[in-house]
Nanobody, 123 residues
Framework: VQLQACGGGLAQAGGSPRLSCAASGRTFSSYYMGWFRQVPGKEREFVAGISWSGGSTFYADSVKGRFTISRDNAKNTVYLQMNSLKPEDTAVYYC?????????????????WGQGTLVTVSS
């Protein structure tokens, strides 16, 4: 599976950008998908995850209630809707895929990674 993330850029605090991650391959619908983010000098951290069917989602406490992960298996795409952005949301955001059938909040659990897209939030 090859992943291509996009949608990053400069956003204002309180804004609502949406990130997209397009996947290649026919087996996208069988993968648990996750979004992570990383700030220079810090470890990559889990943001959100979604089951293969889209019926189960899981969020980091820092984004719960503000971000929404979703997927469209017909389009081989996973999304991250980001609302009420804060300057501390500034990071490079990565999408990732894993063959695990259950929630996977650790980067070591993922098999495939996109290249990352930078989101910069101005106050």
């Amino acid at each position: 599976v090859q992943l291509q993330a996009c949608g990053g850029g400069l956003a204002q605090a309180g804004g609502s950008p949406r990130l997209s991650c397009a996947a290649s391959g026919r087996t996208f619908s069988s993968y648990y998908m996750g979004w992570f983010r990383q700030v220079p000098g810090k470890e990559r951290e889990f943001v959100a995850g979604i089951s293969w069917s889209g019926g189960s989602t899981f969020y980091a406490d820092s984004v719960k209630g503000r971000f929404t992960i979703s997927r469209d298996n017909a389009k081989n795409t996973v999304y991250l809707q980001m609302n009420s952005l804060k300057p501390e949301d500034t990071a490079v955001y990565y999408c990732a895929a894993t063959g695990r059938g259950t929630r996977a909040p650790h980067q070591r659990e993922y098999d495939y990674w996109g290249q990352g897209t930078l989101v910069t939030v101005s106050s």
